[in-house]
């Protein structure tokens, strides 16, 4: 069965300075989709960025990118010239090209951004 | 942008009551999902709906368990007998395509008493 985790239960990140959120999985299948959620206290989850398991190329969305290390099962996040706004619950996910209606996430990484 | 909204926002029930979490998926979304996210827990699959019939379930959906797309812009999940393990946050999904990205609502927090 495919595991995510995530061993960063905290971070912290100064306003306008960059962090890396970790998330490594466990999967035998090599096609399928990456994924970062991001949960403020309003509790919506919001997709943060996209990652397909068979593009080389990183995901990249404004201030959010990935590296992907398919080799090593590593999926982080990077957030730079972080913002207050940022400060949340990022959750990574895993979603089986095979199996799309399940997917799993990873326990969950709380940032705090300081002013 | 379109949201899926779940309501109520937080439902306190007796154990052993019947409960109805409900959601409106994105209207033009075909696939609909329920998740739980015990307090502290991970955020854990229940369900898939595709074509008016459940397409995937996980273990956590046992026979208390059900959903319904009772009309064309509902998605529910009921559970018949409530225990205090139920006791979490919901969040209902729903994607536009088989592999694309699925979008949440803001959750229904479950307390059972």
């Known amino acids: 069965a495919q595991t995510v985790t995530q061993s960063q239960p905290e971070m912290s990140v100064q306003e306008a300075e960059t962090v890396t959120l970790s998330c490594t999985y466990d999967t035998s299948e090599s096609d399928y989709y990456l994924f970062w959620y991001k949960q403020p206290p309003s509790r919506q989850m919001i997709l943060v960025i996209r990652q397909e398991a068979y593009k080389q190329q990183n995901a990249t969305e404004n201030r959010f990118s990935v590296n992907f290390q398919k080799a090593a099962k590593s999926f982080s996040l990077k957030i730079s010239d972080s913002q207050l706004g940022d400060a949340a619950m990022y959750f990574c996910?895993?979603?089986?090209?095979?199996?799309?209606?399940?997917?799993?996430f990873g326990a969950g990484t709380r940032l705090t951004v300081k002013p | 942008e379109p949201e899926v909204t779940q309501t109520p926002s937080h439902q306190v029930t007796q154990m052993g009551q019947e409960v109805i979490l409900r959601c409106v998926p994105i209207?033009?979304?075909?696939?609909f999902y329920w998740y739980r996210q015990i307090l502290g827990q991970k955020v854990e699959f229940l369900v898939s709906f595709y074509n008016n019939e459940i397409s995937e379930k996980s273990e956590i959906f046992d026979d208390q368990f059900s959903v319904e797309r009772p009309d064309g812009s509902n998605f529910t999940l009921k559970i018949r007998s409530t225990k205090l393990e139920d006791s979490a946050m919901y969040f209902c999904?729903?994607?536009?395509?088989?592999?694309?990205?699925?979008?949440f609502g803001d959750g229904t927090r479950l307390s059972i008493l």
């Open positions: 996910a895993y979603r089986s090209a095979g199996a799309p209606n399940d997917m799993r």
């Open positions: 999904a729903s994607s536009e395509g088989r592999v694309q990205p699925q979008h």
């Open positions: 209207s033009n979304h075909l696939y």
